[in-house]
């Protein structure tokens, strides 16, 4: 059964320091989403990406965050100056289109900042 | 914006017994409700989903109801195993590709 993958599954990083995060997400599905949950927090949206651009994006997704599909599997995240708030689990999504409800979530990466 | 509450929090049953998650949302415009399971280690696994027009939603021994009035909705679990041990959230949303917006989650876990 086809799923989304994400990679590294944990990345621990320096304040300061830029991080990527990388998702695949499935196949023929043409929406993505990056959500987030910190320890014990509720998961929450960040970002959601169409037809190469931004569709929604929340108030934690200020300009240290950037998203892009450099080619036709790839999604990333990226941060570019991690601070300590930032340490969470970080969750990629996909949905196959706007006539489906299911997002299919991927397994996480561990986010550490020190 | 929309805001949803899940309650409990924790919840331990017996094997066998049954399970009752409870959520409530706020935004009307929400007609989207799905429930995802949580295993350790893993992403968030969609088990069951219920949209607006309809009540009541069954899939064996798991059911979701929906009182659109009142705002809220439930995840009942029949018969539980060990393996249902898990976390459980529930989200809802104002469907096709819209964000979801989830609840804070409920850890179960089912003693033998």
């Known amino acids: 059964e086809p799923e989304v993958t994400q990679t590294p599954s944990h990345q621990v990083t320096q304040m300061g320091q830029e991080v990527i995060l990388r998702c695949v997400p499935i196949s023929n599905h043409l929406y993505f989403y990056w959500y987030r949950q910190i320890l014990g927090q509720k998961v929450e949206f960040l970002v959601s990406f169409y037809n190469n651009e931004i569709s929604e994006k929340s108030e934690i997704f200020d300009d240290q965050f950037s998203v892009e599909r450099p080619d036709g599997s790839n999604f990333t995240l990226k941060i570019r100056s991690t601070k300590l708030e930032d340490s969470a689990m970080y969750f990629c999504?996909?949905?196959?289109?706007?006539?489906?409800?299911?997002?299919?979530f991927g397994p996480g990466t561990r986010l550490t900042v020190l | 914006g929309e805001n949803v509450e899940q309650h409990p929090s924790t919840l331990s049953v017996q094997e066998g017994d049954s399970a009752v998650i409870k959520c409530t949302y706020s935004?009307?415009?929400?007609?989207?409700f799905p429930w995802y399971k949580q295993e350790l280690g893993k992403g968030p696994q969609l088990i069951i989903d219920i949209r607006s027009n309809v009540g009541e939603k069954k899939d064996q021994r798991i059911a979701v109801t929906l009182n659109k009035t009142a705002k809220h909705f439930s995840l009942h679990i029949t018969e539980t195993q060990p393996e249902d041990s898990a976390v459980y959230f529930c989200?809802?949303?104002?469907?096709?590709?819209?964000?979801?917006?989830f609840g804070k989650g409920t850890k179960l876990t089912v003693n033998p």
């Open positions: 999504a996909s949905l196959r289109s706007g006539a489906s409800n299911e997002q299919f």
């Open positions: 935004d009307s415009a929400s007609n989207y």
């Open positions: 989200a809802a949303s104002s469907g096709g590709s819209e964000k979801l917006v």
